[in-house]
T-cell receptor
Framework: ETGVTQSPTHLIKTRGQQVTLRCSSQ?????VSWYQQALGQGPQFIFQ?????ENGRGNFPPRFSGLQFPNYSSELNVNALELDDSALYLC???WGVGWNQPQHFGDGTRLSIL | AQKITQTQPGMFVQEKEAVTLDCTYD???????LFWYKQPSSGEMIFLIY??????QNATEGRYSLNFQKARKSANLVISASQLGDSAMYFC???????????FGAGTRLTVKP
């Protein structure tokens, strides 16, 4: 069974740039959620994709956008990067959107904004 | 409003002893799931244990058990026979039937002493 994989592992960008983070879901999982984890805090929900459609969004501005592909992999795009976007970005996959489904996380992408 | 509260920023335990990490939650949904994750310094969130709101018995997974007290809205994690490799951040999280996101607490940093 292949787990959740994320790329790249680390990324350094400057203010105003755009970034794309990638996630391959665990085999058999059709739902992907993205989280932002600032240093010293718990993860914050960005959005979820289910069957290629956005299925819920947290309190993040529209410059955070995403995609899910037919193979259930996903991208997170962030435009007009700000210093506060520096964080660990975690992708999690699950089978379905049920409240009783555990989410399985990747190792994350550590994004630094200079 | 804070949905998940972890009141212990840091905990210390002697190797081979048991430790309890506290978690309280707030919800008005009748159906919800409670989850515990371990996050080593490498950043990966590792799923440990799940408890459903309708489950009559406390969940157990190896050395991990969940002390679920529904009336008190608490879901404490008990780790028995602590090992040095248990040193990490531990997050309590909840998914509700009314939402698509997983809400996390601020975490507890556990340090196991030799």
């Amino acid at each position: 069974e292949t787990g959740v994989t994320q790329s790249p592992t680390h990324l350094i960008k400057t203010r105003g740039q755009q970034v794309t983070l990638r996630c391959s879901s665990q085999s058999g999982h059709n739902t992907v959620s993205w989280y932002q984890q600032a240093l010293g805090q718990g993860p914050q929900f960005i959005f979820q994709y289910y069957r290629e459609e956005e299925n819920g969004r947290g309190n993040f501005p529209p410059r955070f956008s995403g995609l899910q592909f037919p193979n259930y992999s996903s991208e997170l795009n962030v435009n007009a990067l700000e210093l506060d976007d520096s964080a660990l970005y975690l992708c999690a996959s699950s089978w379905g959107v049920g409240w009783n489904q555990p989410q399985h996380f990747g190792d994350g992408t550590r994004l630094s904004i200079l | 409003a804070q949905k998940i509260t972890q009141t212990q920023p840091g905990m210390f335990v002697q190797e081979k002893e048991a430790v309890t990490l506290d978690c309280t939650y707030d919800t008005s949904d009748p159906s919800y799931g409670l989850f515990w994750y371990k996050q080593p310094s490498s950043g990966e969130m590792i799923f440990l244990i799940y408890q459903g709101s309708y489950d009559q018995q406390n969940a157990t997974e190896g050395r991990y058990s969940l002390n679920f007290q529904k009336a008190r809205k608490s879901a404490n994690l008990v780790i028995s026979a602590s090992q040095l490799g248990d040193s990490a951040m531990y997050f309590c999280a909840m998914r509700e039937i009314s939402g698509n996101d997983m809400r996390f607490g601020a975490g507890t940093r556990l340090t196991v002493k030799p």
